[in-house]
C-alpha cells in the first residue's frame, strides 16, 4: 500500500456532548405517516457500468477517467440486468451478496483517535457496502469506515490533527474540509491542490482546526467531473470544532446529516446502475431523479427520535450532504434560533426565530430552541416529497403519553404504506 504525506496545519480534539440515539417511534404516528402517501414508485435499474482506473502509473487524471467511463458503457446491458464486470468496477465485487452489509448497529458516533507527536490522529478509510437505511432494507453505497454518514469528527479549535485516509475504493477519490481553513495542499481538491488518492494508497492529511463550528468532510471526487458521483454514493460526514472559550451553553445537542439517493429496484443504486453517468438516470422531476432521503443515513420511521425533557436548551446542528437537494426544514410545535449558518455564529442582535430553515447543498444551519412544549413532535423536510421519500424524524418527550382521537386506532397496520411501497422493492 501506497503512502503519501504531506504536511499543513492541523485539527483536532474530542467532547462528548450527548447525542440522542433512541431508535423508538410512537406506533400511532408511524401509522398515521404510513397513511399518508408514503408510497412512491422507485425508477427501474438499468445496468452497470464504470471507471476501470487500471495501469493508473504512467496515465493523467484525464486519461484515466476517459478509460474509466468507456468502461462504464460497456458494462450496460439489456434488461436492467447488473453486469459483473461493472459492478466489480463500481463496488470491487462481482456479486451483490460478497458487498459487506452494514448497518446503524455497526456504525460508531465518534471518531477515536490517538495522540501521536503532538497531534491527534484519526484513521479514516473510503470502501463500498450495502448500507441498510431502513430495516433490512439496503442501498449501494461508498461510506466511510464502512458506514453512511462517516463517523463525526471531533475536536477543539486550533487543536493540529492528522488524519490518515486509505482509499478502498476501486476507484481514485480525495478527501475535503469543508468550511475548515486548511492550507493549500490540504483542501483535497483533485487537479488543484492534489492528485487524486489512488486504490489502496494512504494519503496524510495535517492542518490545525480553525475555525470553530459546524463543519463536515466529503469526497471532492477524483476530478472535477465526478464529485456529485461520488458524493451521491454517500461519502460524507459531520467534523465538528468546539470553541476553546466561551462555549456556548446548551443541554442537549444532535447532528444531523441530510441526505440523497437515487435507489433502484433490489436496493441498486442508480450512480452504480450506470457506471456514474447519472445523466441517464432521468426520474421525478419534482425530485430530480432522488427517489430516497435520509436523514443521518436512516429513512423514516428508522430515524432515532431526539429525546428530550422538558425545559431543557437543545441545539440542531443541520448539514446539507446531498448535490443538488434544497430542503426547507420544519419543526412542529416550537419556534428555534438560528444561532450559526455555516458553522459561524450570528451575533444576538442578528438571530432570528423561526420554524422553517432552508439548507442549499453544502450550507449548515445550527439553531435551538427550548423545550417547552411536552408532546411527540415532527422535524421534517417541508418539500414534501422529501418528507414522503423518507426525511422525517420525531422529537419526543421524555414521560409524554400520547392520546389517540377517537377513530385514530383504525388505521391500516405500521408498514402498510411503509418501505416495500415507498421505495419500490
Known amino acids: 500500500m501506497k503512502e503519501r504525506h504531506q504536511t499543513g496545519l492541523p485539527v483536532t480534539r474530542d467532547t462528548d456532548p450527548a447525542l440522542p440515539r433512541d431508535a423508538t417511534r410512537r406506533r400511532f404516528l408511524r401509522t398515521g405517516l404510513a397513511m399518508g402517501g408514503l408510497a412512491v414508485a422507485a425508477t427501474g435499474a438499468p445496468a452497470l457500468g464504470q471507471m476501470d482506473h487500471r495501469g493508473h502509473a504512467g496515465h493523467s487524471m484525464d486519461q484515466d477517467m476517459h478509460h474509466g467511463q468507456e468502461d462504464a458503457h460497456a458494462g450496460h446491458g439489456a434488461g436492467g440486468e447488473v453486469n459483473a464486470r461493472t459492478l466489480k468496477a463500481m463496488m470491487g465485487h462481482e456479486r ?26 484519526f484513521d479514516l478509510t473510503a470502501e463500498p457496502v450495502r448500507w441498510a437505511y431502513a430495516g433490512d432494507h439496503t442501498i449501494l453505497a461508498w461510506g466511510y469506515n464502512g458506514q453512511v454518514p462517516g463517523p463525526e469528527i471531533r475536536v477543539t479549535e486550533g487543536d493540529k490533527v492528522r488524519i490518515r485516509f486509505t482509499n478502498h475504493l476501486p476507484v481514485p477519490t480525495s478527501l475535503h474540509w469543508h468550511g475548515l481553513h486548511v492550507p493549500f495542499g490540504m483542501d483535497g481538491v483533485p487537479g488543484v491542490t492534489q492528485k487524486p488518492v489512488m486504490p489502496g494508497e494512504t494519503f496524510v492529511y495535517e492542518f490545525d482546526a480553525v475555525p470553530a463550528g459546524t463543519r463536515f468532510y466529503h469526497t471532492h471526487g477524483s476530478h ?3 464529485e456529485s458521483v461520488q458524493m451521491d454514493m454517500g461519502l460524507s460526514g459531520a467534523f465538528i470544532v468546539e470553541p476553546r472559550t466561551d462555549r456556548p451553553a446548551f443541554d442537549r445537542e444532535l447532528t444531523l446529516l441530510l441526505g440523497e ?8 443504486n442508480q450512480v452504480v446502475a450506470t457506471g456514474g453517468h447519472e ?73 432570528q426565530m423561526r420554524d422553517v430553515v432552508t439548507l442549499a447543498p453544502g450550507e449548515r444551519f445550527d439553531v435551538e430552541f427550548t423545550a417547552d412544549n411536552p408532546g411527540i413532535w415532527l422535524l421534517h423536510c417541508h418539500e414534501l416529497h422529501h418528507a414522503a421519500m423518507g426525511m422525517i424524524m420525531l422529537i419526543e418527550y421524555e414521560g409524554f403519553e400520547a392520546r389517540l382521537e377517537d377513530g385514530a386506532g383504525d388505521a391500516p397496520a405500521p408498514d402498510a404504506g411503509g418501505h416495500d411501497a415507498h421505495h419500490g422493492h
Open 96 to 121: 451483490l451478496e460478497d458487498i459487506p452489509l452494514r448497518g446503524p448497529a455497526d456504525a460508531v458516533a465518534r471518531l477515536p483517535y490517538a495522540e501521536r507527536d503532538g497531534a491527534k490522529e
Open 224 to 226: 472535477h467531473g465526478d
Open 279 to 351: 445523466h441517464e438516470i432521468g426520474g421525478d422531476h419534482a425530485t430530480g431523479g432522488y427517489n430516497l432521503f435520509t436523514l443521518n443515513g436512516r429513512s423514516y420511521p428508522d430515524v432515532p427520535s431526539l429525546k428530550v425533557r422538558e425545559g431543557e436548551r437543545v441545539r440542531i446542528r443541520m448539514i446539507n450532504a446531498g448535490s443538488m437537494s434544497i430542503h426547507p426544514m420544519h419543526i412542529h410545535g416550537h419556534s428555534f434560533e438560528v444561532v450559526a449558518i455555516d458553522g459561524n455564529p450570528v451575533p444576538e442582535a442578528a438571530r
Open 261 to 268: 439517493w437515487q435507489l433502484g429496484s433490489g436496493g441498486m
